[in-house]
């Protein structure tokens, strides 16, 4: 085929495809379906927008512990209000950290993400009990942020993620496993090849029907399976999921 048509050719069919592809991907990564007024200030909860977090404080009461919460990778933080929002409605309060670049893709990166979280705390409890939680690439962070130690937190949870991919086994907090069993990202098989690196107390849970995307409000994720159940009856329970793990460490005796 002569020169001319193929990149007549090429022009035509290949590089559209290609936009279309790209703008499908921005979209993904969106908020999608978020609960009216996930990110705004009510009687229940006071909400903040911070440098690189946002906060989500609730109302009256002493707090007994907090989460700081990582988004998955690309993925705006916004898509996590809601579970931000339900865990602050119940008393705790909550920082959604933001991913230098939406990625942390460097150890220099991560430790910013480090950095933004402590400032987080700082700003809102510096002395309660902090649990750090991530979903993805998000709980990716979370787990290389904890080799050197806690940093002060007293538990981490993983959600939809295969790692740690180093050696966790001694960490002297909880670790809280949440998967999805039809979660093809960070599928089971592969999430329990890194049982020997966690702690040996370390809790698996793993929500029936559940995929990967249905962990937060955005859109499809490539590589993923068709959940069987909907992103609300998935959100009803990773939130109650999270919620016990704080409730147990506002209140030992629980």
Same mark, same amino acid.
């Given at each position: 085929?002569?020169?001319?048509?193929?990149?007549?050719?090429?022009?035509?069919?290949?590089?559209?495809?290609?936009?279309?592809?790209?703008?499908?991907?921005?979209?993904?990564?969106?908020?999608?379906?978020?609960?009216?007024?996930?990110?705004?200030?009510?009687?229940?909860?006071?909400?903040t927008r911070g440098d690189e977090?946002?906060?989500?404080?609730?109302?009256?009461?002493?707090?007994?512990?907090? +989460? #700081?919460? &990582? %988004?998955?990778? /690309?993925?705006?933080?916004? @898509?996590?209000?809601?579970?931000?929002?339900?865990? =602050?409605? !119940?008393?705790?309060?909550?920082? +959604? #950290?933001? &991913? %230098?670049?939406? /990625?942390?893709?460097?150890? @220099?990166?991560?430790?910013?993400?480090?950095?933004? =979280?402590? !400032?987080?705390?700082?700003?809102?409890?510096?002395?309660? %009990?902090?649990?750090?939680?991530?979903?993805?690439?998000?709980?990716?962070?979370?787990?290389?942020?904890?080799?050197?130690?806690?940093?002060?937190?007293?538990?981490?949870?993983?959600?939809?993620?295969?790692?740690?991919?180093?050696?966790?086994?001694?960490?002297?907090?909880?670790?809280?496993?949440?998967?999805?069993?039809?979660?093809?990202?960070?599928?089971?098989?592969?999430?329990?090849?890194?049982?020997?690196?966690?702690?040996?107390?370390?809790?698996?849970?793993?929500?029936?029907?559940?995929?990967?995307?249905?962990?937060?409000?955005?859109?499809?994720?490539?590589?993923?399976?068709?959940?069987?159940?909907?992103?609300?009856?998935?959100?009803?329970?990773?939130?109650?999921?999270?919620?016990?793990?704080?409730?147990?460490?506002?209140?030992?005796?629980?």
């Amino acid at each position: 085929m002569p020169r001319g048509p193929v990149r007549r050719w090429i022009s035509r069919i290949w590089i559209p495809a290609g936009l279309g592809f790209t703008a499908w991907l921005v979209w993904n990564v969106q908020p999608h379906g978020l609960p009216p007024g996930t990110f705004e200030s009510d009687a229940r909860v006071t909400v903040t927008r911070g440098d690189e977090h946002w906060t989500f404080v609730p109302s009256g009461g002493q707090a007994t512990a907090g +989460l #700081v919460f &990582l %988004p998955g990778a /690309m993925v705006d933080p916004r @898509a996590y209000g809601p579970l931000a929002r339900a865990v =602050a409605e !119940a008393g705790f309060p909550v920082a +959604l #950290v933001e &991913l %230098p670049w939406r /990625m942390a893709r460097t150890a @220099a990166g991560e430790e910013t993400v480090a950095e933004r =979280a402590a !400032a987080a705390r700082e700003a809102i409890a510096p002395t309660i %009990p902090w649990v750090l939680a991530g979903h993805s690439r998000g709980a990716a962070i979370a787990t290389r942020l904890m080799a050197g130690g806690p940093r002060g937190y007293v538990a981490v949870v993983l959600v939809g993620t295969t790692h740690p991919r180093i050696d966790l086994s001694s960490l002297s907090i909880p670790v809280v496993k949440i998967g999805g069993t039809l979660d093809c990202v960070a599928g089971r098989e592969r999430a329990e090849e890194a049982i020997p690196l966690l702690p040996p107390g370390t809790e698996w849970i793993w929500i029936e029907g559940a995929n990967h995307a249905q962990f937060g409000f955005y859109g499809t994720q490539l590589g993923d399976c068709n959940p069987t159940i909907s992103r609300d009856e998935q959100f009803r329970q990773l939130v109650a999921h999270v919620r016990r793990v704080l409730d147990r460490i506002g209140q030992p005796g629980l």
